[in-house]
């Protein structure tokens, strides 16, 4: 009962979204009939709410809203300084719980309020199956501490050497320090409910647990960086978590944005591209995994572009019916990974995949739409199609080769690149790379990895910072495909060069490409 005899009164519009909060999703008022109240410190009730029906004038969420909440709060001490507290009643349960939140009657009663509420709800554990190297991770509970030292702290016994366990973010990083500080350093010092996580690891590490409360996703949208790098012309990825406890394919996932074409989602292994709907290997997004969502268009900084997962959905992840019937197994530990589009003549009762030097497999294909999708994870080497066929199982190798290059795409769906098995030639429409030169800065020899787009007379030289030729290190003819070469820091007299800034240019045929290099010695 709402006490009387009181100078001032203040209305809260308390909407479904924001809406009192337990476990993760909302409590309405047609809910086991809820009643939510405010207490002064004494309490005495000082405003009973009124559950509305329909969507509030101030909801702006992509989801739409079944109702709010209207209370009206009456006091007698306008000075800001009245504390007061939300009780919610769940007379279905005889249940009466106190809201984390607080309110202080305003000074101005006259001015509406609206407010997130949150009930203590229980404690869940999130289980994360590690693997040695790098495992592309999401967080979808708010433990009691978000501080890395607490939440990775059981995993610091596995460091032997400094950097062996490290995680990154979008823009920051930390690593852990076993023999100096025997601590973590860097500017990556707490998680969050948005940003996705690499974190490297040096063993195996199965049950890893994360504790905390549940995430209502509708109040915790997730807002979207344009990522546009002047320099490269290219627009960057967002690293996002996914909130949500339970897998949704990518359309009911990401139905709250209007996704430009040419736009990427990945995860460690998988990745899909919007050309209309959504084209790859990548068809469902699930709680634990972290994502790289790359917008393919310039952001408007007065019109921000939030990401809000929905709280609840009938519909469920569908199944993939596309299984490789093939039983190579994709190598994983993976930080970077990148998209090949490639098509082949013959018959497609095939599997096709790409293999590195050492037969190890960095990706299956999936055949979409009259042409082959790879999510190719990281090699050092360059990369060979194998293909097998399913019914004789016959297995061919292409002799030519792609080079890996993180984050990028070869091939598209309307001109994805051309690969052919057949013994008397091998034929692969490649871009021309030139990859930066390992390591650099160098001291005394360094390599310098390319990939030419066909077979052709290519040039590869190395200029000092006047402009002047000081070393060719290729003038032939060479294949189709990926190559390396080792540069000693010599001139063409075999003479040591000094210390600098030094070029090198690529050229094969009308293409050609220049890189910055660092000799100290």
């Given at each position: 009962?709402?006490?009387?005899g009181?100078?001032?009164r203040?209305?809260i ?5 924001p809406n ?10 047609n ?10 410190t004494?309490g ?7 559950w ?5 004038p101030?909801w702006?969420s992509?989801f739409t809203?079944d ?8 006091s007698?001490?306008?000075s800001g300084?009245?504390e007061?507290?939300?009780?919610v009643?769940d ?6 719980y106190?809201?984390?939140e607080?309110?202080?009657f305003?000074t ?8 997130n509420l949150?009930?203590?709800?229980p404690?869940?554990t999130?289980t994360?199956?590690l ?6 991770i999401s967080?979808?509970?708010?433990p009691t501490?978000?501080a890395?030292?607490?939440v990775?702290?059981v ?6 050497i400094s950097?062996d366990l490290?995680?990154?973010?979008q ?8 023999i100096?500080?025997?601590d973590?350093?860097?500017d990556f010092t707490?998680?969050n409910?948005y940003?996705g996580?690499k ?10 647990t ?24 290219n ?5 996002i978590?996914?909130?949500?406890y339970?897998?949704?394919d990518?359309?009911?996932?990401l139905q ?6 040419s ?7 998988q990745?899909?591209v919007y ?8 068809t469902?997004?699930?709680?634990g995994v972290?994502?790289l969502?790359?917008?393919?268009e ?12 929905p ?10 019916n596309y ?5 190579w ?13 490639a098509?082949?003549?013959g018959?497609?009762d095939?599997?096709l995949?790409?293999f ?9 294909g999936?055949y979409?739409?009259n042409?082959?999708?790879?999510t190719?994870t990281?090699?050092d080497t360059?990369?060979?199609f194998?293909k097998?066929d399913?019914?004789?199982?016959i ?8 080079l890996?290059?993180a984050d ?14 057949r013994?008397e030639e091998n034929i692969t429409?490649?871009?021309?790379i030139?990859e930066q030169n390992?390591?650099?800065p160098?001291n005394?020899?360094?390599?310098i990895?390319?990939?030419?787009p066909?077979?052709?007379h ?6 000092n ?10 003038n032939?003819?060479?294949?189709a ?10 001139d ?7 210390s600098g800034?030094?070029?090198?240019r690529l050229?094969?045929g009308?293409?050609?490409?220049t890189n910055k ?5």
């Amino acid at each position: 009962i709402v006490s009387m005899g009181y100078s001032y009164r203040n209305s809260i519009f308390y909407n479904n979204v924001p809406n009192t909060t337990y476990d993760g999703n909302f409590i309405r008022g047609n809910d086991r009939n809820t009643q939510l109240g405010i207490f002064d410190t004494s309490g005495e009730c000082r405003g009973v709410a009124t559950w509305m029906p329909g969507i509030h004038p101030q909801w702006y969420s992509y989801f739409t809203s079944d109702g709010y909440w209207f209370l009206t709060i009456v006091s007698s001490d306008n000075s800001g300084t009245e504390e007061l507290n939300f009780k919610v009643y769940d007379s279905e349960n005889d249940v009466i719980y106190d809201c984390t939140e607080s309110f202080f009657f305003p000074t101005d009663p006259s001015n509406d309020f609206n407010m997130n509420l949150t009930i203590p709800s229980p404690t869940h554990t999130q289980t994360f199956e590690l693997i040695q190297d790098w495992n592309w991770i999401s967080i979808n509970l708010t433990p009691t501490s978000s501080a890395v030292t607490d939440v990775f702290d059981v995993l610091e016994p596995l460091s032997i050497i400094s950097s062996d366990l490290a995680i990154t973010t979008q823009g920051e990083s930390t690593i852990f320090d076993p023999i100096g500080l025997n601590d973590w350093v860097g500017d990556f010092t707490h998680i969050n409910n948005y940003t996705g996580y690499k974190l490297h690891i040096p063993n195996d590490y199965p049950n890893f647990t994360v504790s905390g409360k549940k995430i209502n996703p509708i109040i915790n949208p997730i807002f979207l960086e344009d990522g546009y790098d002047a320099a490269t012309n290219n627009k960057g990825y967002n690293w996002i978590s996914y909130l949500p406890y339970e897998e949704l394919d990518l359309d009911t996932a990401l139905q709250s944005l209007s996704i430009p074409d040419s736009s990427i989602i990945k995860s460690q292994t998988q990745s899909a591209v919007y050309y209309g709907n959504w084209i790859g290997d990548l068809t469902t997004m699930e709680p634990g995994v972290a994502y790289l969502l790359k917008w393919h268009e310039a952001m408007d900084p007065e019109d921000p572009i939030f990401l809000t997962y929905p709280l609840e959905t009938s519909r469920t992840a569908p199944a993939d019916n596309y299984k490789p019937q093939t039983d190579w197994q994709v190598t994983t530990g993976n930080e970077h990974n990148m998209i090949v589009m490639a098509e082949i003549e013959g018959n497609q009762d095939i599997s096709l995949g790409l293999f590195d030097k050492y037969g190890v497999c960095h990706s299956i294909g999936k055949y979409i739409q009259n042409f082959w999708y790879f999510t190719v994870t990281e090699s050092d080497t360059e990369l060979y199609f194998k293909k097998i066929d399913n019914q004789t199982k016959i297995e061919s190798n292409s002799k030519t080769s792609i080079l890996f290059s993180a984050d990028t795409i070869i091939g598209n769906p309307k001109k994805p690149i051309k690969v052919d098995f057949r013994d008397e030639e091998n034929i692969t429409e490649l871009p021309l790379i030139l990859e930066q030169n390992s390591p650099n800065p160098f001291n005394p020899s360094t390599t310098i990895r390319f990939q030419i787009p066909k077979k052709s007379h290519t040039k590869l030289e190395v200029y000092n910072s006047k402009g002047q030729k000081i070393k060719t290190l290729v003038n032939d003819e060479l294949s189709a495909g990926a190559h390396q070469i080792v540069w000693n820091g010599d001139d063409n007299s075999s003479k040591p060069v000094v210390s600098g800034v030094y070029f090198y240019r690529l050229a094969n045929g009308k293409f050609q490409q220049t890189n910055k290099m660092l000799l100290i010695k």
